[in-house]
């Protein structure tokens, strides 16, 4: 595997990582706060950043070395409301910035398996940052976010999503609808 690939890998690796206790913390806080199904939606997200860590993280099997991990996260909890920004912030940042550049290097490095581990993560992103939005509006105005059914996630890919069942296949991976954990 290419150094930089080796290096991008990494740090999706350490951010998911980070994002998976992150999000258990601010769940916690959520349901201090009276917010259950934010707490909900927190402890199913940190599922889905758990299963992106550990695809990344498995790409490096091969590797048998020290590293230390270089990845940013936006830091500093508190409140619910506080926490969906810090939460939507990170998101973000992983949609906009962070996976896009990160799969350019992976194709022109030509390593197929990062760049699908770093697109289905991508894809996973873009939902969760839309679902801590709606958290938010609902935060801001004193009340928990209405979650209809369960929050699904594919723990092939982390494909997230909210109804009574899970899809009858993951549109990101093709995973079947049996293989998702409900929240």
Known sequence: MKSMTKDALLSAFGGESMAHMRYLVFAVQAEREGFPNIARLFRAIAHAEYVHASNHYNIL???DEDAKVVSGAPIGPGTTVKNLNLAIRGEEFEVE???????KIAEEQGEKQAVRSF???LEAEKIHAELYKEALKSA????DF???GKVW?????????IGE????KCP???????KYVGF
Not at 97 to 103: Q, T
Not at 153 to 161: F, S, W
Not at 172 to 178: D, I, K, L, N, S
């Open 140 to 143: 801001e105005e004193g009340k």
């Open 119 to 121: 697109r289905w993560a």
């Open 153 to 161: 996630i594919c723990p092939v890919c982390g494909h997230t999503y």
């Open 97 to 103: 910035e962070m996976y896009p550049i990160y799969i």
């Open 61 to 63: 099997r091969d590797f």
């Open 172 to 178: 990101v991976c093709g995973a079947p609808r049996e």
């Open 146 to 148: 209405q979650i209809k």
């Open 165 to 168: 069942e899970p899809p009858e």
